[in-house]
């Protein structure tokens, strides 16, 4: 099993900034992959962002020059640093992880409104 622990979310104006974090533990595998999805209501989760172990990143269109993925193979994290955000990444973010499986974190909310 895996647990991940997601912190970071918030109220954020259109145009600001906000870094998500998720730590993972566990039976952890090196070489699983890790990433943010966002569920809004009404609508199906999505991948927002995603990253290898060698540090390849994957982003869906509406996040791409914004939004940036990071981990710590070594601490087992990951990091989204989210900037210029708009009404529209008003979500819950879900940290994900993927091995033989997916594993979700619980969720933290993030609303971008003036």
């Known amino acids: 099993q895996v647990q991940l622990v997601e912190s970071g979310g918030g109220l954020v104006q259109p145009g600001g900034s906000l870094r998500l974090s998720c730590a993972a533990s566990?039976?952890?595998?090196?070489?699983?992959?890790m990433g943010w999805y966002r569920q809004a209501p009404g609508k199906e989760r999505e991948l927002v962002a995603s990253?290898?172990?060698?540090?390849?990143?994957k982003y869906a269109d509406s996040v791409k020059g914004r939004f940036t993925i990071s981990r710590d193979n070594a601490k087992n994290t990951v990091t989204l640093e989210m900037n210029s955000l708009k009404p529209e990444d008003t979500s819950v973010y879900y940290c994900?992880?993927?091995?033989?499986?997916?594993?979700w974190g619980k969720g933290t909310l993030v609303t971008v409104s003036s």
């Open positions: 566990g039976s952890i595998v090196s070489i699983a992959s």
């Open positions: 994900n992880y993927f091995y033989d499986r997916h594993y």
């Open positions: 990253i290898t172990t060698g540090g390849s990143t």
